[in-house]
């Protein structure tokens, strides 16, 4: 991974334009996937955001007066708990108050946890300049250092690796901060004497960092000006290894009847052309993934996709459906394969997810270029641009036939283990003669909507994005909620999850600022469809805390309903809440119904591109969604507390103090859910008929 520290700032302050620091910002983030800011004032902070995007990104602050923050990769680290210590007091004509910014971060891939520090200590202790006030700083200074290299001895005491760096305006060659070792750490410097903007590793016990390279990107003042700020950023690449184990027996393969290269089919839905290796490494990825992968474009088809320029002509290579799409790519990129995904080109082809299993041994000339791109850390188009995306190292190669722990899914489960894999359908009608009742959108679904056509064509309902993670509003969301509540269509607001361990009050909380919620809208809806490498049973814990917090917050507001959540995964427990599924076909076979769940409330069948209904007459291709056919529209929606109702599916809401968890509404008596629901419905069809005309 790449480690930059960076001060933004230069001296004077109107030395340095907003358009000079967006550039340097964004210079960062290109070549960083963990970078260390200093002097972010508040005026800087609108370019942070544009040069540091979510959900790409995660900005650490901790404090809104903190100036230091941390920036990482989501798709590198998990944050699993953050900090920040007062360095120096605030003083006057010198400085304001200057903290210690500390994470603690998972590598999702390697599972490692590593602390990562950021500091800026205080200027002018050490040079050349006459400060009438220098013996302060040089006080200020010892003491900020003193107090930074006790907080370094305990985070390596904890014995998981550390990586920090910062401003500390004084250079490598005069002064090495931490010494040579901490609580028995080797110290790892990463930046050339003459650096006072310095980055550092300790090793953990379990494992160490290898420096492969590092650089200098100069400042305004040196002869080759890279940057617009007076310092000069500072980037090193490592690597972070294992300590070496005591050598284990060899894994055994199990004795698999195929040959490599002998063709079969493989895929949901229709399956396509493949080998038996290419198979063995897709049902890998299905292991790690929990569903199954739906296959668009197979191998061994020489001159049937003329747009892939013969990659496909060969073994070894498949398109898949978008969907999930960072998972995917990661899962696919640890396994083995060489994999991008592909966004949609307008007369070319649709958003796809492109692989080609690395050293297969029956690639086309073509294919293999693309593995070379891949090695390379480019995109494997024409283009030949960088592929800044996740990508494991070293690069693994699949192997076939593969260890145990990998053989295909034909073999039988060892009884004391269950396979890790959704339950079931709960029925082959799954919803009968239903082809569209609602329609979701976010902002990638542009321009004009036409709700007087749709609703001619039977749409009853529409979901719209209002967030994603802590940062990113949906610009559509106000807009689209405005245009559904005037034409009398039940809109509801949905948040896509980007889970961290502690994050979810947060995340609920920032959808709940943005969403406006209404009684008679349609419940709110957790899109949880990226573990982000949460654990199952961190993934449960977090989605608890969302659903929790956001059904107070509704209390609160004398409303009554529990989010929706709509997720692949299986989870420990439902939370008392609805499931919403995705299974894409052009029929309407049933969908994959993930755990504790024993059946879905609704079914999103289409994306737009895949499934019986690709285009909705008002918003052209939409993912398509049909609610089953036991659930009345009444009991998606949110209601008024105060006023007196017919029980429906769901538990009672506790008062906010309680802690428990209700049953799940799928192991209620269907005969009285029945029963409730035409009595809900009938009762909110006759209030809406009393309605006056709008």
Request: hydrophobic fraction near 35%.
């Amino acid at each position: 991974m790449r480690v930059v520290t960076a001060n933004v700032q230069s001296f004077p302050e109107d030395a340095l334009t907003a358009g000079q620091a967006l550039d340097d910002l964004r210079s960062n983030a290109e070549i960083g996937d963990l970078v260390l800011l200093q002097e972010i004032a508040s005026r800087y902070r609108p370019l942070v955001e544009q040069a540091f995007p979510a959900p790409m990104w995660t900005v650490y602050y901790g404090r809104p007066d903190n100036s230091t923050p941390i920036a990482f990769r989501r798709e590198l680290f998990a944050k699993v708990e953050g900090a920040v210590t007062l360095l120096h007091p605030a003083v006057a004509d010198r400085h304001r108050r200057r903290y210690t910014t500390q994470l603690k971060l998972r590598h999702r891939e390697v599972g490692c946890e590593v602390h990562v520090l950021n500091l800026h200590l205080v200027a002018g202790a050490f040079n050349d300049r006459p400060l009438p006030d220098k013996a302060d700083r040089v006080r200020e200074w010892n003491e900020g250092i003193d107090g930074h290299r006790a907080l370094v001895a305990r985070l390596a005491q904890t014995g998981a690796p550390v990586v920090g760096g910062g401003d500390y305006n004084r250079q490598l060659k005069r002064c090495r901060p931490l010494g040579t070792e901490v609580a028995g750490r080797d110290v790892t410097y990463a930046v050339d004497p003459e650096s006072i903007d310095l980055l550092w590793f300790i090793d953990g016990t379990d494992s160490g960092w290898r420096v492969r390279d590092q650089s200098t990107f100069a400042g305004r003042d040196h002869r080759n000006p890279q940057r617009n700020s007076d310092h000069g950023a500072r980037c090193a690449t490592v690597n972070l290894r294992a300590t070496a184990k005591t050598p284990e027996e060899p894994t055994m393969h199990k004795a698999i009847p195929h040959k490599a290269f002998d063709r079969t089919t493989y895929g949901d839905v229709r399956p396509k052309p493949v080998d038996w290796k290419t198979r063995a490494a897709l049902e890998a990825a299905e292991r790690r993934l929990g569903y199954r992968l739906t296959v668009v474009q197979g191998s061994y088809n020489p001159g049937g996709v003329r747009q892939s320029g013969g990659t496909h002509d060969g073994g070894g290579v498949v398109d898949l459906l978008a969907w999930d799409w960072r998972r995917k790519v990661r899962v696919l990129r640890s396994i083995g394969f060489a994999a991008w995904y592909r966004p949609a080109i307008s007369g070319l082809w649709g958003a796809h997810i492109h692989a080609v299993l690395i050293d297969h041994g029956k690639l086309s000339a073509s294919a293999a270029a693309q593995v070379a791109s891949y090695r390379a850390g480019r995109d494997g188009l024409k283009g030949n641009r960088a592929d800044t995306f996740w990508r494991p190292s070293p690069i693994p190669v699949f192997d076939y036939p593969p260890p145990v722990e990998e053989a295909i899914p034909d073999a039988e489960p060892t009884p004391d283990k269950k396979p890790e894999v959704p339950e079931g359908p709960t029925g082959a009608a799954y919803p009968p003669k239903r082809r569209l009742d609602g329609v979701d959108t976010s902002h990638y679904q542009g321009g004009r909507v036409d709700l007087k056509a749709a609703r001619a064509e039977g749409l009853q309902w529409w979901y719209v994005k209002a967030t994603e993670g802590t940062t990113f509003v949906d610009p559509t969301y106000d807009r689209r909620v405005r245009q559904a509540r005037k034409a009398g269509v039940p809109v509801g607001a949905y948040h896509f999850a980007r889970p961290d361990r502690g994050d979810a009050a947060d995340e609920a909380r920032f959808f709940l600022a943005t969403a406006d919620i209404r009684a008679g809208d349609m419940l709110p809806m957790l899109d949880l469809e990226s573990s982000e490498g949460l654990s199952p049973s961190e993934l449960t814990t977090w989605t608890g805390t969302w659903v929790r917090t956001v059904t107070r917050h509704l209390a609160g507001l004398g409303l009554r309903g529990r989010p929706i959540i709509y997720t692949p995964f299986n989870l420990e427990k439902g939370f008392g809440c609805f499931c919403w599924v995705a299974r894409y076909s052009n029929d309407f076979r049933a969908p994959v119904v993930p755990r504790p769940w024993q059946r879905a409330v609704i079914w999103q069948h289409s994306n737009g591109k895949y499934g019986p209904v690709k285009h909705v007459p008002g918003f052209g291709p939409v993912d398509v969604n049909a609610v089953h056919p036991d659930v009345p529209l009444a009991a998606l929606r949110v209601r008024r507390a105060e006023r007196p109702e017919t029980p429906q599916p769901g538990p009672v809401i506790p008062p906010p103090e309680v802690e428990s968890i209700p049953a799940d509404p799928d192991r209620t008596d269907m005969k009285e859910v029945r029963l409730a629901l035409v009595a809900a419905a009938r009762s909110i069809e006759a209030a809406v008929a009393r309605l006056p005309e709008r």
